[in-house]
Structures are given as structure tokens and as C-alpha cells.
């Protein structure tokens, strides 16, 4: 999808020009992936406009940086506070709020430790991301998920895109709106970029952590929500052939958001159609982001923006 440019990225404390937001050919990132980020999205609501869960997020690239060994030099609360400050300062809802960290120029070589970690902040309007207006028909991927102990998935990290981004081609390439992947046991991980659930004689199923799948933001959301409406929720290693014989399926994530699956390898999920449970938790989760329904568990941090605009 291609990028919509606002007026400002905010870097390491300032606000600078969009097209000045740039780096060095020789940083370390570049050569050697290192890189830590996060994505959020902003919605519009009735009177104004909100980021959702900023606090888990930001969280989330402190853990993420500390995982990597890569200190940031700034708090939980400062960079929520830097989020606002450039969603508001471009004036942009409902928009896409990307964060990221890595090490920029100072030595070459695979050790990081003396490269300088630098910090940017950029926001744009960003649509609908899974293709497929009636659902996404998607596949299993012949990659696997990064195997444990190899390189860390509750790390969001920009290297282990590169596996995510060989499971979108391939989906691409063969027709399909997205691949999922297993993990190296076999059993069902995650989509490229979005967290799998899994309804069943009405269970909610999901994969564990342990399945080398992202601590999703929007996955714990969905967690929350389902348990609120009553319905069963189990965590467990799932295999393969469960898509094929369930109920209902779908994906959740930042950019994904809950997106039902139509089919599998071909192979029709329920009618094809959203089912109740999906129905119930996509409505829940949109009735919250779109202010429609009370902010019960306080998921949403409100912005000032000049004019909302349609992403």
C-alpha cells in the first residue's frame, strides 16, 4: 500500500520536515536489522479522536528494546507523549502511528553495542490492510515461524520481518490474501504480520505464546472482549488440520484488526461468512475504537486534530 506523507516525523525529542527524516547508508540497521518498532492505529470517535492502547504499545518497544540490548533513552510516558505530540501536529485521524528504534551510524560489524540508537515517530492515514472484501482467503505457508531460541518473537523486531515477509510473497504469488505459518513442530503459529483465532462448537481458540507467535496488542483486546461476552477461551497448540474442519477463523492485529478468514487452502471456512462469535468480538472491538461503546478497561487516549479525514 502505498504511503500517504504527512508534515512532520518526530526524531529523538523534535519535530523535523517528513522529507528530512533520513539516515545514513552505512547505519547499522541497514546492514544488519537492527531495529525494534511498533504500529498503532488512531481512531476517530464522535467528538474527536483516540489512539488506541498507546501505553501497551510503547510498553511493548521499551521490552522489545531491552530484549535486544538496545537502551532507549527515553520512558514509557515521554514516548506516549511524543506519539500525541505528532499525531497532533499533523492533524491526521484516522491514521496508522508507526514508532521505531534502531541503531543508526557509528561502527560496522555485527556487534551493535557502539552504534547510536535513534528514535522516530511517524503517522499517517492507512487503510484496510488484508485484501479481500468478502473475507480473506489465505493459506498455509511452506515457511515456517522462527524456531525458539533462535531469533525471540516476543521481540518486535524489524529483522524477523524478513520471515514474514517471504510467507506474504509466497501467499501473494500462488493467489491468496495472506499466508499462515506453523511453527517448527507443526503446529498452527500466526499469519505474516496478524495473531490466529480459531472458533469451534463454540470455543475460542488461539495459539499460544510458546507457538513463536507476537504478543499481539489486538490479540490480548480480542482476549478481553471474548471473556466479557462469555465466551470459552482456550490457549493451546493447535494443529494444522483444525483450520480445516472449524467453525470460524480470523486474524487480529493492529493493521488487520479482526478480519475473518473465508477460506483455507481452498477449503471453505464454515459458509464462508462471518460467523456469530466473530461477528460478536468484531463488533465489540469496533463499537470501542469508534467510541460507540464505554472505554471500560481505558484502551483509548484522546487527541486533539484539526479535521478528521478519511484514511
Same mark, same amino acid.
Given at each position: 500500500?502505498?504511503?500517504?506523507?504527512?508534515?512532520?516525523?518526530?526524531?529523538?525529542?523534535?519535530?523535523?520536515?517528513?522529507?528530512?527524516?533520513?539516515?545514513?547508508?552505512?547505519?547499522?540497521?541497514?546492514?544488519?536489522?537492527?531495529?525494534?518498532?511498533?504500529?498503532?492505529?488512531?481512531?476517530?470517535?464522535?467528538?474527536?479522536?483516540?489512539?488506541?492502547?498507546?501505553?501497551?504499545?510503547?510498553?511493548?518497544?521499551?521490552?522489545?528494546?531491552?530484549?535486544?540490548?538496545?537502551?532507549?533513552?527515553?520512558d514509557?510516558?515521554?514516548l506516549n507523549?511524543?506519539?500525541?505530540?505528532?499525531?497532533?501536529?499533523?492533524?491526521?485521524?484516522?491514521?496508522?502511528?508507526?514508532?521505531?528504534a534502531?541503531?543508526?551510524?557509528?561502527?560496522?560489524?555485527?556487534?551493535?553495542?557502539?552504534?547510536?540508537v535513534?528514535?522516530?515517530?511517524?503517522?499517517?492515514?492507512?487503510?484496510?490492510?488484508v485484501p479481500g472484501?468478502?473475507?480473506?482467503?489465505?493459506?498455509?505457508?511452506?515457511?515456517?515461524?522462527l524456531a525458539?531460541?533462535?531469533m525471540?518473537?516476543?521481540?518486535?523486531?524489524g529483522?524477523?520481518?524478513?520471515?514474514?515477509?517471504?510467507?506474504?510473497?509466497?501467499?501473494?504469488?500462488?493467489?491468496?490474501?495472506?499466508?499462515?505459518a506453523?511453527?517448527?513442530n507443526?503446529y498452527?503459529?500466526?499469519?505474516?504480520?496478524?495473531?490466529?483465532?480459531i472458533?469451534?462448537?463454540?470455543?475460542?481458540?488461539? $495459539?499460544?505464546? =510458546?507457538n513463536? /507467535?507476537?504478543?499481539?496488542?489486538?490479540r %490480548?483486546? *480480542?482476549? +478481553?472482549?471474548?471473556?466479557?461476552l #462469555?465466551?470459552?477461551?482456550?490457549?493451546?497448540?493447535?494443529?494444522?488440520?483444525?483450520?480445516?474442519?472449524?467453525d470460524?477463523?480470523?486474524? $487480529?492485529?493492529? =493493521?488487520?484488526? /479482526?478480519t475473518?478468514?473465508?477460506?483455507? %487452502?481452498? *477449503?471453505? +471456512?464454515?459458509?464462508?461468512?462471518? #460467523?456469530?462469535?466473530?461477528?460478536?468480538?468484531?463488533?465489540?472491538f469496533?463499537?470501542?475504537?469508534?467510541?460507540?461503546?464505554?472505554?471500560r478497561?481505558?484502551w483509548?487516549?484522546? /487527541?486533539?486534530?484539526r479535521e478528521?479525514?478519511v484514511?
Amino acid at each position: 500500500m502505498p504511503l500517504e506523507t504527512t508534515t512532520n516525523i518526530w526524531h529523538n525529542g523534535q519535530l523535523i520536515p517528513w522529507e528530512k527524516a533520513n539516515i545514513h547508508v552505512m547505519s547499522h540497521v541497514i546492514h544488519y536489522g537492527s531495529s525494534v518498532f511498533e504500529g498503532i492505529r488512531c481512531y476517530t470517535q464522535p467528538d474527536g479522536a483516540s489512539i488506541f492502547r498507546l501505553h501497551e504499545h510503547m510498553k511493548r518497544l521499551i521490552n522489545s528494546a531491552k530484549i535486544y540490548r538496545m537502551p532507549l533513552p527515553y520512558d514509557v510516558e515521554q514516548l506516549n507523549s511524543a506519539v500525541i505530540e505528532v499525531v497532533e501536529a499533523n492533524g491526521v485521524a484516522p491514521c496508522y502511528v508507526r514508532p521505531i528504534a534502531f541503531r543508526g551510524y557509528g561502527e560496522i560489524g555485527v556487534n551493535p553495542l557502539k552504534s547510536p540508537v535513534e528514535v522516530y515517530i511517524a503517522n499517517f492515514p492507512w487503510g484496510k490492510y488484508v485484501p479481500g472484501d468478502g473475507g480473506a482467503d489465505v493459506c498455509i505457508s511452506s515457511w515456517n515461524r522462527l524456531a525458539p531460541n533462535t531469533m525471540p518473537s516476543l521481540a518486535k523486531a524489524g529483522a524477523n520481518y524478513m520471515n514474514s515477509q517471504l510467507i506474504r510473497m509466497e501467499a501473494d504469488i500462488n493467489g491468496y490474501s495472506e499466508g499462515i505459518a506453523l511453527d517448527v513442530n507443526g503446529y498452527l503459529s500466526e499469519g505474516s504480520g496478524e495473531n490466529l483465532f480459531i472458533v469451534r462448537d463454540g470455543t475460542l481458540y488461539t $495459539t499460544p505464546l =510458546a507457538n513463536s /507467535v507476537l504478543n499481539g496488542i489486538t490479540r %490480548d483486546s *480480542i482476549l +478481553v472482549l471474548a471473556r466479557q461476552l #462469555g465466551i470459552p477461551v482456550v490457549e493451546q497448540a493447535l494443529p494444522r488440520e483444525l483450520l480445516y474442519i472449524c467453525d470460524e477463523a480470523f486474524f $487480529t492485529g493492529t =493493521a488487520a484488526e /479482526v478480519t475473518h478468514l473465508r477460506s483455507v %487452502d481452498r *477449503i471453505m +471456512v464454515g459458509d464462508g461468512k462471518m #460467523g456469530p462469535i466473530t461477528s460478536a468480538l468484531h463488533k465489540a472491538f469496533f463499537d470501542v475504537v469508534n467510541g460507540l461503546a464505554p472505554d471500560r478497561y481505558n484502551w483509548l487516549t484522546p /487527541v486533539k486534530v484539526r479535521e478528521a479525514v478519511v484514511a
